[in-house]
């Protein structure tokens, strides 16, 4: 069974530009997370997705970052426009509707420059 | 709101000794526990976990892990480290919640190494 996918790996892009990112969970994953790992720190939650349905996304930062999960299936979280704070790894995780199966894709690791 | 402190950020330790790594929580409600590895330029794998039962939880790698109400705490130890065993813990907390899903909140991190 594939675990959580997670595309590009590195993604280097200048200040101002957009940036998207792209996360297929586990298959019959309900829940679907986000998370920021900034350098030295742990993972912080930015958005989680129950089917196709944003249900906590209190740390999404909201005037630049933007999320889809259609179809309950896959998801993209963009940025646009990125800042030199917004370099970090974009970890992606899913797990089943009983909680089970808690599973972390690879990351994305997002230069700014 | 939860929080999690992991009181070293790193650890040198010998190959064959001992190790604890150390993690506190604070909740106002009932949680669940965790403790994640995160090799160099990889995702987090799960070590192990606490939801209820024994306080005394087994996990991957011979890593075990020991819940405790009183003092909030939920140390992972192993009894001899291998060169392997270098990486990024993080402990992990989450309300309890019966709808299923988890609400991570993660410490900072300790970097455990492990001198030949």
């Known amino acids: 069974e594939a675990g959580v996918v997670q595309s590009p790996r590195y993604k280097i892009i200048e200040k101002k530009q957009p940036v998207a990112f792209w996360c297929n969970p586990i298959?019959?994953?309900?829940?679907l997370y986000w998370y920021r790992q900034n350098l030295g720190q742990g993972p912080e939650l930015l958005i989680r997705y129950e089917n196709e349905e944003a249900v906590d996304d209190s740390q999404l930062p909201k005037d630049r970052f933007s999320a889809e999960r259609l179809k309950g299936v896959d998801s993209t979280l963009k940025i646009q426009p990125a800042e030199l704070g917004d370099s970090a790894v974009y970890l992606c995780?899913?797990?089943?509707?009983f909680g089970y199966g808690y599973t972390f894709g690879s990351g994305t690791r997002l230069t700014v420059v | 709101a939860q929080s999690v402190t992991q009181l070293d950020s790193q650890v040198p330790v010998f190959e064959e000794a001992p190790v604890e790594l150390r993690c506190n929580y604070s909740s106002s409600v009932s949680v669940y526990l965790f403790w994640y590895v995160q090799y160099p330029n990889q995702g987090l794998q799960l070590l192990l976990k606490?939801?209820?039962?024994?306080?005394l939880v087994k996990g991957i790698n011979g890593f075990e892990a020991e819940f405790n109400k009183s003092q909030t705490s939920f140390h992972l130890r192993k009894p001899s480290v291998h060169i392997s065993d270098t990486a990024e813990y993080f402990c992990?907390?989450?309300?309890?919640?019966?709808?299923?899903?988890?609400?991570?909140?993660f410490g900072k991190g300790t970097k455990l190494s492990v001198i030949p």
């Open positions: 992990a907390v989450s309300p309890y919640s019966g709808a299923g899903s988890y609400q991570l909140t």
């Open positions: 298959s019959g994953h309900n829940t």
């Open positions: 995780a899913s797990s089943d509707r």
């Open positions: 606490y939801l209820s039962g024994s306080t």
